[in-house]
C-alpha cells in the first residue's frame, strides 16, 4: 500500500486534531462534560458552514473579508423578522436570499468592476458595518421565544443541537459536490489559472459570482445560527468572524493562492480552531493567549504546506 497517498495534509491534520483531543482527556476535568462538548459542537457547526463557503471563494483565488460583517446585517434583518413573530420555516430562507444578495455585490465588484476581491470586500465590510449602528440603535431585543426555537428547543434526541444536523447536511453536499460536480472542476481550473480556465471556454466570471453566491448563502446559514441564539440580536454579531472562516480554510491546506483544497481539510481545520478556545480555559491558560496560539498553529500548518509543496516539485 502506498503510504503517500494515505498521509495527507488532511490526515497528519486529523492525527493533531486527536492528539490534542488525547491530551485534553488525560489533562483536563470536565473538558468533555456535555454541555462543553454541546456547546463546542455548536460553534464547530456555524464555522464550519461559513468555512465551506470561504473555501470555495479562497479556492477559486479570492478572499471575502466582508463575511463577519455580511452575518451581522443578516442577523439583524433576522430580529426585524423575528420581532414580527416568523419562525425559522421563514427565517432560514431569508438568511440565505439575504446572504447571497450581499455576497452577489462583491462578485459584481469584482468581476465586473475588476476591483481586487481583498479591496472590493474590505470596502463592503466597511459599508455593511457602517449602516447598521444608522439603521439600529445598538441591538434589537425582547424577541419572543420562537426567534430561538432553534437554539433551545430543535434538539436531536433531546440533546444535540438541531444546528449540528444542519451542518452535517451541508458538509456531506459539499464534499459530494467538491468531488464530483462539474462547477468544482471548474472552481479549481478558474483558481488554477484564470486564463487558461478562459482558454478552455470556461467563464470565469460566472463562476466566480457562483461561487460568491453560495458563500453567502452558507454565510445567511450562519447567521441564522447565531442569531437565533439569544432573545437580543446586536450590530456586531458577525464582527471578526470572518478570520476563524478563512483560518479554518488556511489551517485545512487550501491554498491561499486558489486551486487547491478540500473540504476534507476545512472539517478538521474548523475541528482545531473550535477546540483551542475552550481547552486553553479547561488548561488554566490565560483566554487572551487563545488567539495567539491559533495563529501560532496557522503559521506552522502554511509552512509545512509550503515545505510539502516543495518536496513534491522538487
Known sequence: MNTKKILTAEAYLGLFLLAILLLLAVFTKGFFSINNVMSMLNRFSYVLI?????????????????????????????????KLGLGL????????????????????????????????????????????????????????????WLAFEAKIFGIFPASVLLMFIIAIAALVFMNYSRLSKKIYAVGNNPEAARLAGID???VVIIAYVIAGCL??????????????????MGTGLEMTFIAAVVLGGTSVAGGSGKILGTIFGTAVLSVISPATNYLGISSDWSDAIMGAIIIVAVIVSALRKEVRHG
Open 50 to 82: 461559513a468555512a465551506i463557503g470561504m473555501n470555495l471563494i479562497i479556492i477559486t483565488s479570492n478572499i471575502d473579508v466582508s463575511a463577519g460583517a455580511l452575518i451581522s446585517v443578516v442577523c439583524l434583518v433576522l430580529a426585524a423578522l423575528g
Open 89 to 148: 420555516p421563514v427565517l432560514l430562507p431569508a438568511a440565505i436570499i439575504t446572504g447571497g444578495l450581499l455576497s452577489l455585490i462583491n462578485a459584481v465588484f469584482i468581476t465586473k468592476f475588476r476591483i481586487p476581491a481583498i479591496v472590493a470586500t474590505l470596502a463592503t465590510a466597511q459599508l455593511f458595518s457602517g449602516i447598521l449602528p444608522l439603521v439600529v440603535e445598538g441591538s434589537l431585543y425582547d424577541l419572543p421565544a420562537s426567534f430561538t
Open 204 to 206: 470565469v466570471n460566472k
Open 219 to 236: 454565510f445567511g446559514i450562519t447567521g441564522t445560527i447565531i442569531a437565533t441564539a439569544g432573545q437580543r440580536v446586536t450590530t456586531t
